[in-house]
C-alpha cells in the first residue's frame, strides 16, 4: 500500500509539552515568514481535522538573503525545498529538523525548532 510522505518536526526535548511531531505532506496548509530567522510550516492535525500543528524553523537572515547583503537562502530558495519535500516520492520520510539530534534538510534549517501540536 503507498503511504503519503511523512514530515518529521523535533524540538530539542527539554520541554515537557509539544516536542514534535510527524505530518503528512497532503496536510500541508502553508508557509509564512514568522521573523527575519524563522519561518512557520502548519499541517492539518492528526486525528482532530480541525486543528493545526505548526513547526517553526530557524533559517539564515531572510532580509540579508532578499538584499543580497547575507549568504543564505532566501525564502524563494527555501519555498523551492519545502515544495521538493511536498511532492517527493510517495513512501519517504524526511526529517526536516531535529533539534534535539542536530539533524537539518538540505543545510537550509538550523537551530532552534519550536512545535505546537494538536493533542491526538
Do not use: C, W
Not at 516536542?19 to 496536510?27: L, Q
Not at 508557509?31 to 500543528?53: C, P, W
Not at 538573503?65 to 543564505?72: E, I, K, M, N
Amino acid at each position: 500500500m503507498v503511504q503519503d510522505v511523512l514530515l518529521h518536526f523535533m524540538e530539542d526535548g527539554s520541554s515537557t509539552t509539544d516536542e514534535g511531531f510527524v505530518a503528512k505532506a497532503s496536510d500541508f496548509l502553508a508557509m509564512e515568514i514568522a521573523s527575519t530567522t524563522t519561518v512557520k510550516l502548519s499541517f492539518r492535525g492528526g486525528q482532530d481535522r480541525d486543528s493545526v500543528n505548526t513547526a517553526t524553523l530557524t533559517v539564515a537572515d531572510l532580509e540579508a538573503a532578499h538584499d543580497g547583503t547575507g549568504t543564505g537562502p532566501s525564502f524563494r530558495d527555501i519555498s523551492g525545498v519545502v515544495a521538493g519535500l511536498l511532492n517527493a516520492d510517495r513512501d519517504k520520510h524526511f526529517v526536516v529538523a531535529d533539534e534535539e539530534a542536530g539533524t537539518y534538510i538540505d543545510g537550509v534549517f538550523s537551530g532552534v525548532v519550536t512545535v505546537s501540536n494538536a493533542i491526538d
